[in-house]
Nanobody, 129 residues
Framework: QRRPVESGGGMVQAGGSLRLSCAAS???????????WGWYSQAPGNQRKLVAS???????NYADSVKGRFTISRDNAHKKVYLQMNSLKPEDTAVYYC????????WGQGTQVTVSSPWGQGTQVTVSP
């Protein structure tokens, strides 16, 4: 089976938004439509984890860390799944992948999301006695 193709990632400042897209063009419509889909994230050094899912009836579920900020949706006619990401935080930085909830497809390349902190590096001040 063909891998999903993810796109839409980028670099944004904290508080910004991104919309990720997942194209499952290799899947026939009669298979895509009843399939439950998920968006997964993988931060450096961490395991891949599910952040949002949508089933065939468009019921959605979210990880606690993204509730109220991310919205998953699907377009059956075009065999696409989307993830709207608002109020992004530096801890959202990761590579994002889409796959069925059963993880039945080969993993795609993912799309990198990098969220920069609004804080600068700071400058050390030392006062000697």
């Amino acid at each position: 089976q063909r891998r999903p193709v993810e796109s839409g990632g980028g670099m944004v400042q904290a508080g910004g938004s991104l919309r990720l897209s997942c194209a499952a063009s290799g899947m026939i419509t009669s298979t895509f439509n009843p399939t439950d889909w998920g968006w997964y994230s993988q931060a450096p050094g961490n395991q891949r984890k599910l952040v949002a899912s949508i089933d065939a009836t468009r019921n959605t579920n979210y990880a606690d860390s993204v509730k109220g900020r991310f919205t998953i949706s699907r377009d059956n006619a075009h065999k696409k799944v989307y993830l709207q990401m608002n109020s992004l935080k530096p801890e959202d930085t990761a590579v994002y992948y889409c796959n069925t909830l059963k993880e039945s497809l080969p993993w795609g390349q993912g799309t990198q999301v990098t969220v920069s902190s609004p804080w600068g590096q700071g400058t050390q001040v030392t006062v000697s006695p």
